[in-house]
Structures are given as structure tokens and as C-alpha cells.
């Protein structure tokens, strides 16, 4: 199975910062690569798939890039509405797996 | 809109039995593959399990095989996991995720999710 690194585990920034957070996989996974964001409570939401491209209705201050095995997901200009917790996931193998998560707080 | 409802989910005894349902609307669910995706206590996300179009195929996670099976009732836009045999371990937030495929058929994302549904694994 592929695993997936996550770092950091989790963060805590301000309103207007901008964060980074990594994923590494433990083989190449193409560019099939996606990012989830997870609020307590509420379904998760996909944000970004193929590594870097935007799902419609997502704010374009969430931007992924990467290829091969090292992946990254940034947001600009954080917003008090982006706290909880963002995953990245593989679709390049069955089964699907997802990294460990990053909880961001505001 | 699309919408995923799960249910189903509740307390079970260690070697109970459970059967989560996810009802799907907004869209052809005959079209889609879908997925089951679990959240355990403080722990990320994990997925469960996968079904084709026509459930000619599924696929699960090596930790539930043999004690997990799924199916699907189109013409019910229905999902069904069946859970067999629940440890401890299985306790969390089940989720039902709608899978499309894109990159040719070679990849896929979890575009569409329900709010999920709590199984309770304890004695």
C-alpha cells in the first residue's frame, strides 16, 4: 500500500498568514494526488485534485503543486473559516489512502 | 445538488453486525463508483471500501476484508455496507463519498460526501 506523510500535524497561524503543508508519498504516485479539508461536524470537502487543480467553488487562495512522490497544499491570506483539518489523499492505487492530516488552527 | 445520506450507524456489541445504507440524489448514481470512508477517534481519515458502477467489483482495506461486504441497488440510488464481526477498532464516523474518475479512467476524487453516520463499537 502507498503511505502518505503529512507534516506538520498540526499548526497554528493567524488571519492573513499564509501555511504550507507536505505530503510525501512512499512511492511515485503520478500526479494523482488530491486535498481534502475536514471541519468537525460537516462532510469533508475536496478542494484540490490532480495535484493543483482547483475543484469549482474553491477559493482561489488554496493553491496545490508537486509531482512524483512530494506534494504540497498552500493557503494565502488564511481566513478564520479555513480552520480544521486538511488531508491529502492517492488515487494512484487501490486502496485510496489518505495522509495522517494537518489540523490548522486559527 | 447532490446529496449523500447515510444511516444505519449506531451502538453494536464486539461481533455484532451492522448495515449502513447511503442513499444518493442530484445526479446518476448508476454512473458513479462509490465509497465508503471512515473517521476513527483521533485519527484522520481512512477509506473503507469500493464499489463499481454495476457492482461488478469491490474492493476493501486489508483490516476489514472478510468481515466487510458491499453492494449497491441502483435503482434505488443506494449504497449498502454490510459489517460483520465490528471490533472496537471499527468504531467512528462512516462516510459515504461519491468516486469520479478522470485522468482517463487512471485516477479519481471524492468529490461529493454525506455528513456521515457514528458506529459505536462496545460491550
Known amino acids: 500500500d502507498i503511505q502518505l506523510a503529512q507534516s506538520p500535524s498540526s499548526l497554528s497561524a493567524s488571519v492573513g498568514d499564509r501555511v504550507t503543508i507536505t505530503c510525501r508519498a512512499s512511492q511515485t504516485i503520478n500526479t494523482y494526488l488530491n486535498w481534502y479539508q475536514h471541519i468537525p461536524g460537516k462532510a469533508p470537502r475536496l478542494l484540490i485534485y490532480e495535484t493543483s487543480n482547483l475543484f469549482p467553488g474553491v477559493p482561489s487562495r488554496f493553491r496545490g503543486a508537486g509531482s512524483g512522490t512530494g506534494f504540497t497544499l498552500t493557503i494565502s491570506n488564511l481566513q478564520p473559516e479555513d480552520f480544521g483539518s486538511y488531508y491529502c489523499q492517492q488515487s494512484f492505487t487501490t486502496p485510496r489512502t489518505f495522509g495522517g492530516g494537518t489540523k490548522v488552527e486559527i | 445538488e447532490v446529496r449523500l445520506v447515510e444511516s444505519g450507524g449506531g451502538l453494536v456489541q464486539p461481533g455484532g453486525s451492522l448495515r449502513l445504507s447511503c442513499e444518493g440524489s442530484?445526479?446518476?448514481?448508476?454512473?458513479?463508483?462509490m465509497s465508503w470512508v471512515r473517521q476513527t477517534p483521533g485519527k484522520g481519515l481512512e477509506w473503507v471500501a469500493n464499489i463499481r458502477q454495476d457492482g461488478s467489483r469491490t474492493s476493501l482495506v486489508d483490516s476489514v476484508k472478510g468481515r466487510f461486504t458491499l453492494s449497491r441497488d441502483n435503482a434505488k440510488s443506494s449504497l449498502f455496507l454490510y459489517m460483520y464481526n465490528l471490533r472496537p477498532e471499527d468504531t467512528g464516523v462512516y462516510y459515504c463519498?461519491?468516486?469520479?474518475?478522470?485522468?482517463?479512467?487512471?485516477?479519481?476524487?471524492?468529490?461529493?460526501w454525506g455528513q456521515g453516520t457514528l458506529v459505536t463499537v462496545s460491550s
Open positions: 463519498a461519491r468516486e469520479s474518475l478522470y485522468c482517463g479512467g487512471d485516477c479519481s476524487m471524492f468529490n461529493s
Open positions: 442530484g445526479f446518476t448514481f448508476s454512473e458513479y463508483w
